[in-house]
DNA sequence: TCCTAAGCGAGACGGTACGTCCAGTCTTCGT
DNA sequence: ACGAAGACTGGACGTACCGTCTCGCTTAGGA
């Protein structure tokens, strides 16, 4: 007996693979070029040399667009073992921080907020994929600061991220100041202090 | 000789203190209504049933229209005054969470993060108003906890802002959780330890 | 074992000459209902159940299909032989009337005749197929009454046409109007008059 | 007393003149250039240096306003008086033909009778215009006739225009012939002489 | 009491982008 | 090799807003 075919197998033309290429460049590219909010869906097809309706096949709107494209660029948020929970900490902060200074992703992240805050799907996806990340790197610093007795056990990574991030994410977004590293070392120390055994 | 006019005398008729009133009004219930988003120059304009002259001879643009119009929904911040640090900075940040909880403010808040992310006069004008209030009433608390002996003088209120309302941001913008009151309290005592004396 | 299928069954290859067929029948049952224009080579294609390549594969355009189409419905003008010119040309009048009237093929001749105006092609295939088939029974009506005396000979069948047939278009396309027996009657008699020896 | 104000009167700006001639002229310019089928709205807003919403907010489909425009070319059909019925069948058929052979006109004519043929609007336009203009001249040179004693009284106009126009437009129409002097000086002598006394 | 300037609501103006639909072509899979 | 399904680019559709510009009409202060 032959197995049973999985489901649902595609029948026509499959989707373009360039066509997604495209379009995720031709949105990182408007993005830096002339701003989020003046990238439309007309001029993101033109660049991409795609017809409106695929793109449109894709992604209902630009924010679904926009945060595909940016997960190629802010996936890795690389996970530091420097040995001292100190030294991991100000290291994420550090390497966050030039995330947010980088001119390049500077105004995709700004407007990536805007978009939270203003679509829930959006919100989503950005929670489940970067937010994620962090949280998940901040909690393998703070299990092994526990593991090498430096930190009581089970403290709670949520909350970490929302004292070390917090911070920044204020600076950043509402202050429009450059996140440089004497900021995040001074976070880092108070927050250390704070949460210390 | 003729008096010397002492400035700009206005000739011809004065604008409409109505028309202010009802355009501020028309704008704050679309946004609650339809979302920051979704809310047009010519939609407020038939709201508020004015001519849309009228509108753009007073606002450029939506953004300095909802912040003139916010003004008078978030003007307030009162500076608690306990008698302890930790009193102060607990209802501080607690009536300001109750901002972010209340359903009416809180989209008026995400869209107005929105649009300080992508435009600067926005931003200034919010920086100006509410973020200097609040970071005038951490001042002020500092100072009294300073003169009682409770925290060493000069602290930096400004990052004392930074380290009090960016855990409540994040948790507002980026997890789109509630910001009650056993969160405040934690972040009150996690930040106040870590800059104790 | 073999399970048959129920329904569903994957459409594949054996479809050749009955696609011919669901094309005609889809685009004569789409004028019917949404009228010519609002025809579109897709929604034959998707009517008739029929790939859009193997459709285009037929037919270059929409204009052909119809006149094909058109071809099955309309191919007969029986010549009429009723022993005099008179009953002749009334009994062609009239059968071309009630082609006229036929409120199924109403809105097909309207729909082809805009057609004809505007694409030399079908102009061609109709002056070929079916005024082609008119004029030359108007040739067999006048050959025969020349032979019996009724009329000189070598009478232009092709100025006959234009004579009978001109009238009926003209109040078929241009006043809409229905094209009765009587006014059919009183068109003979007046051109029979006035060709008349 | 003051008198009453009539009725309605406009608010708001008035509709711009300069924007009906514009779009108008470029109608007119299109169809001859490209052909009535591949004119777009698009294209005549563009061509006339018009917005899209003024010329939706004049006309509905591109059929009202090519009728519109028409009118302004093909209003005056002159009446001929030579002093015999038959000089002014044949002058005014001649005109007329001269018309369908005017290159310029050649193809809005033909647009027109496809949009007439599948619109009931245009064709009511029409039909109150052109068709109608054409019938009271013909019923003008009919009564003149009776009055001379050439023709009997109370002759029908409209089966008259028929019976002189329907030839013409089936040769014009069907045929794509050329409408010529030879042909209209043919069609008026057998006509005439069939209606005659 | 008029005159003049700037206000007012209404709505048309030239534009841009929207999201949908269709044209005509191309690609994959299954028969 | 053919046929369905459905992707592709391209471009017009009709709508909604943008920000500007007339309209006819207040509404004030100054002459």
């Known amino acids: 007996m032959t197995r049973q075919r999985i489901v649902n197998r595609p029948r ?3 989707r373009s693979q360039d066509a997604d290429t495209a379009l995720h460049a031709a949105a990182i590219a408007l993005i830096r070029d002339i701003g989020y909010d003046a990238v439309t869906m007309e001029g993101i097809a033109e ?6 309706a695929t793109l449109y096949r894709r992604f209902a709107s630009k ?13 890795k948020v690389p996970v ?28 995709l992240l700004s407007g990536l907020v805007a978009a939270m ?11 489940h994929g970067f ?11 703070l299990a092994r600061a526990a593991a090498r007795g430096e930190l ?22 509402i202050d429009g100041d450059r996140v440089d590293e004497r900021f995040t070392r001074r976070v880092a120390a108070v927050v250390l202090r704070g949460i210390a055994l």
Chains 1, 2, 3, 4 share one sequence.
């Open 80 to 107: 530091p073992d420097t040995g001292t929970l100190g030294g991991d900490v100000r290291r994420l902060l550090r390497s966050t921080s030039i995330m947010y200074e980088d001119p390049a992703t500077r105004h």
């Open 12 to 14: 026509g033309r499959p």
């Open 152 to 173: 009581r056990r089970g403290l709670d990574a949520a909350f970490a991220t929302h004292l070390f991030a917090g911070p920044l994410l204020y600076r950043f977004l």
């Open 47 to 52: 660049r991409a040399g795609v017809g409106k």
């Open 63 to 75: 924010e679904p667009l926009v945060v595909e494209a940016l997960g190629g660029i802010m996936r």
């Open 117 to 127: 805050a203003r679509n829930e799907a959006i919100a989503r996806a950005v929670r």
């Open 131 to 141: 937010v994620a990340t962090w949280r998940d790197a901040m909690r393998q610093i």
